[in-house]
């Protein structure tokens, strides 16, 4: 609550996009499922929040869904004011287990945003839109990053009052992982679906996508997340589970790249000789 934010998405400094931009900005394949999962996300979080007991855990999650609400306002406005082909679709049916549900929406949240991370500094770095329209996404990453903070703390906070210890939280983290994973190859799919991917994939992904490596995308990703969460109190909890794999994916990387050295390979047929 203290970071909160004060905003209209109606009145931010939209930018008027030149005819090439607009084609970049409406050929991205994922608007539609980006629109619906912010609607989603809010519809979840407010569900949820009469659920909770505690009144000051109970109006940070309420305002949660607000900020999820207003992130799907912030979509439609860039929607309709681009020409952006998107609608709003049926919600579904909620399961009955609202906690579930809100503990699923978080570990995803978790996921896509530290992906979210990398990719976000790769666009702005191919300058794959204008400066001025990452700079209002870049209030909707630090809101994610906020809401992700919490999530943390919150399920520390529940885990602890049901007695969890360390190891049996790890694995009920890295199974919630797992569901946000599937979601979240689920959800591009359908993104391609639409075009097959075909438009994008072609004239416009090529623009921030040369020169990408796996390594590096994954160290951006660490980074960034790094670089985040440094923010924000460093009392308070903040993932470990995804930085720890990239980290030690980064050192795998290293290590293969020092092993295939052309200074190692000599030093290894020294050794054979």
Known sequence: MDTYQDYNPETLPWPELSDADLERLRGVPFWQEV????????????????????PVVR??????????RRHADLIRVMI???G???????????PDDLETAFIDFGFGECLDAFLGFGAFKSARQSEFLPASL????????????????????????????????????????TRFYMRAGGRLMGMVKRGQE?????????????LFLDGFS?????????????????????DLMQPRLLPAIAGLALRGFK??????????KAQRAEQSV
């Open 84 to 94: 952006i082909d998107a609608t709003a679709q049926p919600m579904e049916a909620f």
């Open 35 to 54: 629109y619906h999962t912010e609607r989603r996300a809010g519809a979840i979080v407010d569900a949820f929040t009469p659920h909770v007991t505690d």
């Open 80 to 82: 309709e004011r681009y």
């Open 194 to 206: 639409p075009n097959d991917g075909k438009d994008f994939a072609v004239t416009q992904a090529n």
């Open 59 to 68: 109006e940070a999650i309420a305002l949660q869904g607000f900020e999820e």
């Open 255 to 264: 290590a293969w790249e020092f092993a295939r050295s052309p200074l190692r």
């Open 134 to 173: 990452f700079d209002i996404f870049d209030t909707l990453m630090f809101e994610e990053t906020r809401h992700i903070v919490f999530f943390i703390n919150y399920m520390a906070w529940r885990e602890r009052q049901r007695g969890l210890g360390s190891i049996r939280r790890a694995i009920k983290s």
């Open 214 to 234: 796996f390594g590096g995308f994954v160290e951006d990703c660490y980074r960034e997340n790094a670089r985040r969460m440094s923010a924000f109190d460093p």
